[in-house]
Structure formats: C-alpha cells, structure tokens
C-alpha cells in the first residue's frame, strides 16, 4: 500500500477544508471512505440512507457527496435527481461510487447528474483523486464565470489520475494565452516527465506504475492552486498552466512539485522506489501572438534538454525576452 500524501485544498493561495458525504448502508464501507477523507485532510460525514443523504445536504455545508447506487430506500439515483432538482443543493457535486459498474449503469450515472464514477473495489489516493478533481472543477467554474459545461465532460478527464487530459489543456492553454494578452498579465506552462523508474530493493521490486502516477497527480495538485490548469498528457508526462504566472513563480512552483513528489511518493516502506524528474518550463505575457500548439512545443523543447542534465533537471526560458 502505498503512503499517503496529505494535500492542502486552496482556493488562490488559502488554505480551505471541505465536507464530504458518504452515504452508503454498509458501514464498514462508509468507515473506510470516511477516514480516508479524514487523512487526505477533507471533513466526512456518513449516513446510511437516500433520504438522510437529501435531509444533510439540505442543512448545508456539504461541499461534495460520494454516493452508493443500493441504498434500503431511494435508489442513488434518485438521491441525485432530487439532489440536482433542488436549487439549495444543485450545485454538490455528486460522485458515485459503487459495485454497479455496467456501462449502463455509467451512463445512467451521468444522466442523473454525477460529475464521476467509480467502481467498487478501488483504490483510495484515487478516490481522493476524483474528489480533489470535483472540487477544483467546481471553483473553476467560478474562475471562468460558471458556464464552462466542459468542465465536467468525462471526454476531459484522464480515467487513471482524474487529471484533465491532453485536449482539455490544448483548449483551455489557448484561452488562457489569449487572456493573459488581453489583460496583461503573465502565464506559464509546464511539463512535467518521470523517467528511469528504479526499485531501491530488487527483491521488492518498484511500486506500480498506476500507483506511482496517482501519487504523483496527488502531489502536482497539493501544490496548485485551484485555477491552475493540471493534465496528464500520456504515460508519465503531466503539465501544468499557471495563470498569473512570472517565470521566477513557475520555477518555484517546479522545487515545490520536485520536493513534495520525492519526499512523499517514492519512499514507501513495502515498495521503495527511485525515479527522476524532469522539467520543461517557459512562461509569456503575449501568448496570442504564439498559440499554445507553439508555447507546448517550446515546452516540450525544454523538457528535452532538462532530461539531458545530472542534476537538477529543470530548463526555463521567458519566451517574451526571445521575441
């Protein structure tokens, strides 16, 4: 099992805690999700049935709900029709999390109004993923002036990490580039790739790579802030766009990924790992004039020559002092 990281959840540069419900009628399952949260420093509650589940998030506070679909009374669909259907309540996301995993009941699922889908068994860092990603996408709306629908477009998500994907970063990059010349204002882009992944004891082997990846999106998202703009681009290639970015701020977001991923990930006791990182940074503040196809590749162009050094694999350039 691997170590878990404990994130802290900003909004801008503050710290801010959220509450979780777990509503599902097995206990046992409820304890789980509930302590789980509790470590990754996230508020639960638990209750057992559809109707409790309705009667909470009416209260208040609930910033996000992981729903089982079997539940002794409403069904969790329902729960989340009704959840949706009331304007005291319509704007929690809702998760389910589930041992009904058909495709049907998937789209079922995303008819009724859930912003993911996970199915039972599963791995907690990423359950934790999921619920990070659910609430960073619901304060980006608020960022982009909440009518951003792609925002919960599963066809955006990376399944694995929960991160976006190549073609939510392409898009959003672009419109970020475009704002940051109209406003005048700095923007960074980052890719991110871990290579020469090493067990530190051959007879124990190396962690999973699955494993590996999602601990290392755990990481990336406890150093960003919530309108950061965060992606797994393909294997081990993440990237990050970074609004209101200088190059001195994207460096040192970078040592901030680079010491949280190597203290925290690769140094769990039942599967000691060894890996690098590599950095390819460069910032600008009239990207317009570039494009993001052309800021990614200059990118992609620095991470070549940082994955060439011994040490301190990070190569960053303005592109503005080029031009």
Not at 30 to 55: F, I
Not at 88 to 101: L, M, N, Y
Not at 103 to 124: C, T, W
Not at 186 to 207: F, M, S, T
């Amino acid at each position: 099992m691997t170590e878990a990281i404990v994130p802290t959840h900003t909004r801008g540069w503050e710290v801010q805690r959220f509450r979780v419900l777990v509503v599902d009628d097995c206990a046992d399952e409820t304890m789980v999700l509930c302590e789980g949260l509790k470590l990754y420093n996230y508020d639960a509650d638990g209750v057992s049935t559809g109707q409790a589940a309705l009667d909470r998030c009416d209260r208040g506070d609930i910033d996000l709900v992981l729903l089982d679909i079997v539940l002794p009374d409403l069904d969790g669909y329902e729960v989340c029709k009704r959840l949706k259907a009331n304007p005291k309540t319509s704007d929690i996301p809702v998760i389910f999390v589930t041992a009904k995993g058909s495709p049907e009941d998937i789209s079922r699922g995303y008819k009724a109004g859930a912003v993911d889908f996970i199915s039972k068994p599963y791995n907690l860092p990423i359950v934790m993923l999921r619920v990070d990603c659910a609430m960073r996408t619901r304060h980006m709306m608020e960022y982009v002036g909440g009518q951003a629908d792609y925002l919960n477009d599963p066809v955006y998500t990376d399944q694995l990490t929960g991160l976006r994907n190549r073609r939510f970063l392409q898009e959003r990059l672009q419109e970020e580039i475009e704002k940051s010349h109209r406003y005048r204002y700095p923007v960074a882009c980052i890719i991110v790739d871990v290579d020469e992944v090493l067990p530190e004891d051959a007879d124990l082997g190396a962690a999973s790579m699955d494993d590996l990846l999602a601990e290392i999106a755990l990481s990336i998202r406890n150093t960003s802030r919530y309108y950061d703009i965060l992606a797994r681009l393909d294997g081990a290639l993440f990237a990050a766009v970074l609004p209101h970015a200088s190059l001195k701020d994207a460096v040192s977001y970078v040592n901030k990924i680079q010491d949280e991923i190597t203290s925290t990930t690769f140094h769990d006791p039942g599967f000691p790992t060894r890996a690098k990182l590599s950095f390819g940074v460069v910032s600008c503040c009239n990207g317009a004039a570039l494009g993001a196809e052309h800021i990614l590749g200059e990118a992609m162009k620095n991470l070549f020559q940082a994955s060439m050094l011994s040490d301190r694999r990070i190569v960053a350039r303005d592109l503005n002092q080029e031009n």
